[in-house]
């Protein structure tokens, strides 16, 4: 038996976020374009020399990026839309980032979610007559391996199909031409690696992982059988990942001499087919085994026992040994972590330990040596000592969850009658106005949290600035002339990482980043233990702020959803079961909230979306317990207490039924993008609670006019009733300017008063 170890791609960031800071010094003009390049040059050696030393026998390229992936791919294959072609249409490095990030006179391409993760791509846009080839960076890549380390990797790409899938701006009768056109530019890639001597080459499918009806498996049958036609000697292993492979049967006998299996998140499903259909023993299989997506040290007694059964079930004699998915998901090591406990560092792998996995895995199935099985027991002993832990067995939680009661998700009062009541409470006029909560981060907000950070001022220096600043905010809402207030989050870097620091359970670790797009990292969380309200968490901020006016100033909440779907979360319990604890120490805040006198209070879940799975059969039972624990947070409060949630970053036009079923007094939704398209969709479905369209964008700099507000107004008054409607823009503050925020939300009011002397 042959098995080699590898895996589907290593993270480009670097331990230290280096290649961030390259990218980001080359923007700022600190390097020049040569050196810029010399420096990604050394990355990728380093990288590759990296995995060389941990043992990894097949390396890989191609996983590197100079921003993004799909990015590299649209570029290389022409797809660069004409409002870029500035420098004619060879696609410079000045182009390749006018796409990614906009530039003086243009806007940045579309950018959304990578299947069900928190990375974000540069959608790929069709324009006819666009696609032609031009750089193949793939082979620069492949030949400086090749010279520098002396050995033959493996290239790899995303699949034609799945590149197909993501482009946007084809119609239905231009899909042939594009198909046609895009076959031979693959071809031509995969032969130019074959001809310099690759004899892998790796093509990421993970749509071939989504829901497929029958025309589109065969769709991808023609597209593989003309790609096989066209190359020539190449050997092309079809790897896909994030769930099981769809329609095993017809699929595997695609013409590719390997496939990959993601024995991780599609275990049971792939197991199954194999078992059913049997694996093509001519074909080699790659067996991914180790977790891609989370930072968990792997089970190396079950995962062995895995891998032995897939081998067994497969027939195979050749297979590679590797991880899920590519672990550009997963931070680099852990040895970069000081200050976590030891017990939870011991327990967490992230992509230099995976790869130590792949290998201790590998080395198990082939001897039975007294080493290998010591590393099995460590890695035993590891996770059962933190399952031990006292952060485990939290019996306060533990009861509470128990204690819980149908009636506790729900609302005790219809939202008619909530309507009514809140109407006669509340008194708000017509149209309320009111913003998402977060208002300038200003660089005397962020240089103070600095100093409060390192010890530089005193806790009561910053928090006397923090309600400073918030005063200052509250006036000038009152001067605009805003309905209802927010408080500023001044003292909140993050919306997570903030009731993550007042819980029990979640952990921060010092250089666990991940790449959320482009440049931008983010360090999420981990949530590890029971999740425990020990304080109050917002309650002085918050009633400090209300009591500096009389208009009602928002409660402004993390929603239990999105704090699970932004952090890595513990894999011993169902995802269920943390958001569910974390929705009960929401409850208690809201409680404390409502104590202290506050009766209007917002619950956010931009990520409500973001957890949702792939497969069509899988989406019910999210939706279902999500909308659940968000209301198991909310449901509490008086009918006279108006719960708000905000929304944004998705698409909302098929989400308008589990929106309206977290049965919130009022959400505000992000819509400058699609506005039309959902205002149609809010009308099908006859949404009547209370609703804030976002009147304008707040990612631009640029200050709306009254007009323009005006005209987005009464375009949304056809269709939303008055008393449901709210105007507010379309998401936080936080990255705009005084001016620019000061100047817009006044237009803002302007636009309603006029809404409401005319209707
Ligand atoms: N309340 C948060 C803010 O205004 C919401 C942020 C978000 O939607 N991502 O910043
Ligand atoms: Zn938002």
Partial sequence: MNLVKTVVGYPYIGDNRQWKRVVESFWKDAISEEEFRQQMHDLRIAYLKRQQALGVDLLTVGDFTLYDRILDLSVMFGLVPARYHTQGNQPSLDTYYAMARGAKDVVACEMTKWFNTNYHYIV?????????????YLLEYFEEAKNELGV???????????FLTLTKGYSKQQRAAYILALIPLYARVINELTAAGATWIQLEEPALTKTLADDEVKLVEEIYQQLAAETTGAQLLIETYFEALTAYDRLIKLPVAGIGLDFVHGKKENMEAIRKFGFPTEKLIAIGCVNGRDIWSANLAQVTSDVKTVLALSGVE???????????????TTASEQKIAVVLKEALSFADEKIQEIIQIADHLVTTDEGAKQTVSHSTNAIEALAADASRQNQKVKQLIEAVTEQQFSRETSYENRQIAQQEALQLPDFPTTTIGSFPQSADVKKMRAQWRKKEITDEQYADFVKKETARWIHIQEEIGLDVFVHGEFERTDMVEYFGEKLTGFAFTDKAWVVSYGSRCVKPPIIYGDVEWTEAMTVKEIVNAQSLTNKYVKGMLTGPVTILNWSFVRDDIPRELVANQIALALRQEIAALEEAGIVVIQVDEPALREGLPLRQENKDDYLNWAVRAF???????LPTTQIHTHMCYCEFNDFIGPIRALDADVISLETSRSHGELIDSLQENHYELGIGLGVYDIHSPRIPKIEEITAILTDSLQVIDRKQFWVNPDCGLKTRQQYETVEALKNMVAATQKLRQQV
């Fill in 124 to 136: 790929p846009e069709y324009e006819e007559d666009a696609l032609s080839f031009q750089h193949n």
């Fill in 152 to 162: 033959i990797t493996k290239p790899t790409l995303i699949g034609p199909y799945t």
């Fill in 318 to 332: 050749n297979a590679w040994i590797q991880s899920s998915c590519s672990l550009q998901h997963v931070p680099v």
């Fill in 631 to 637: 209301k198991l947070a909310t449901s509490s409060v």
